[in-house]
């Protein structure tokens, strides 16, 4: 089946830098990629996606890469705030036998900004 | 208005009990899902139902089973609880079944098994 392998699974910076999570995935039907925020004890919720049809999508501090060929998509958020600190979910689409809509997650990044 | 609603928030019961978990949705959304997160916070789909109709099982236990009366509901009945069965549950929704289509949860039921 597919799997979506997350990398690093905690990642600690300093306030003001940069931090990047990077995900690669095993089925070349994916076509979506969205990225997820989940704070201590609360819902994931969806902070940027990216359509296969595109390489690159910014919003402010986040920015989503793809790589369709090399089956990798990455996570970057400048500018790092404490507020940004969560655990943070890749996950990609499933491309095949009608389970389109069905999303398989990575395993997750705990991100920890330092004031 | 919280766009997806699952009560209860919390659930502790013992093994071998029978639970129910509720969700509704206020979005005007066609599809409906059910994750199990783990402990190690491994989030995993377990059920996606599409206009009421199950369409993906995801090998999930029969102790489990999803009931959708209608397209904004979707609730998970789970017989025999077993230990292994304690982990966060979240219920999403999206547009409609298909790429690209966000997926909105709701705030999730930690269920406990003693």
């Known amino acids: 089946g597919e799997n979506v392998e997350q990398h690093p699974s905690t990642l600690s910076v300093q306030e003001g830098d940069s931090a990047v999570i990077k995900c690669t995935y095993s089925?070349?039907?994916?076509?979506?990629f969205p990225w997820y925020k989940q704070e201590l004890g609360k819902r994931p919720q969806l902070i940027i996606d990216?359509?296969?049809?595109?390489g690159e999508k910014k919003d402010q501090r986040i920015a989503v890469t793809l790589n369709k060929t090399a089956k990798h998509f990455s996570l970057h958020i400048t500018e790092t705030q404490p507020e940004d600190s969560a655990v943070y979910f890749c996950a990609a689409s499933r491309g095949y036998g009608g389970s389109q809509g069905n999303l398989i997650f990575g395993k997750g990044t705990k991100l920890s900004v330092k004031p | 208005d919280t766009a997806v609603s699952q009560t209860p928030k919390y659930l502790v019961t013992q093994m071998g009990n029978d639970k129910s978990i509720k969700c509704e949705q206020n979005?005007?959304?066609?599809?409906m899902y059910w994750y199990k997160q783990d402990s190690k916070k491994f989030l995993k789909i377990m059920f996606s139902?599409?206009?009421?109709?199950?369409?993906i099982n995801e090998t999930v236990p029969n102790r489990f089973s999803p009931k959708s009366p209608d397209k904004a509901h979707l609730n998970l009945h789970i017989n025999s609880l077993e230990l292994g069965d304690s982990a966060v549950y979240f219920c999403a929704s999206s547009q409609d079944w298909g790429d690209h289509q966000p997926q909105h949860f709701g705030d999730g039921t930690r269920l406990s098994i003693l």
């Open positions: 089925d070349s039907a994916s076509n979506y």
């Open positions: 979005l005007g959304h066609d599809t």
């Open positions: 139902y599409n206009n009421k109709e199950l369409i």
């Open positions: 990216i359509r296969s049809n595109v």
